[in-house]
């Protein structure tokens, strides 16, 4: 399993607690955290800024659809998780091949699950 110290991780999250607990795992784990970020706006905003080593999704934004960030992230080859609510059912077929994290995960889970992307 890949080393996350000094990785770059965008973290697209709506929900402040779920936000504050991802920003300090990664931070437990070495990463630069970008964000977190909470809307569609934001997040392509920050792409356009800066490109994150990976990244970690909701795809349900206060009931917005993040596939727009997703879209970018896969144009621009940054590896990234889905954390959702719903499962790998919740996801629309163009992103079937992306790993998801259902929620609510453990901390561990998170880190485990950015470890295993490829590193672009």
């Known amino acids: 399993m890949a ?6 991780v965008l973290v697209v999250e709506d929900e402040t607690l779920v936000a504050m607990l991802v920003e300090d795992t990664l931070a437990d784990a070495g990463v630069v955290v970008l964000g977190p970020v909470a809307t569609v706006a934001e997040a392509l905003a920050m792409l356009e800024q800066d490109r994150p080593d990976l990244a970690v999704l909701d795809l349900n934004l206060a009931g917005e659809t993040s596939e727009p960030v997703a879209d970018a992230l896969i144009r621009l080859e940054v590896p ?15 992103l079937a091949g992306i790993p998801v994290l259902a929620k609510p995960y453990a901390p561990e889970d998170l880190t485990a699950a950015l470890a295993k992307l490829p590193v672009a």
Request: glycine share 20%.
């Open 3 to 8: 080393s996350l110290t000094g990785r770059r």
């Open 80 to 94: 990234f998780v889905v954390a959702s609510g719903y499962g790998a059912a919740g996801l629309p077929q163009r």
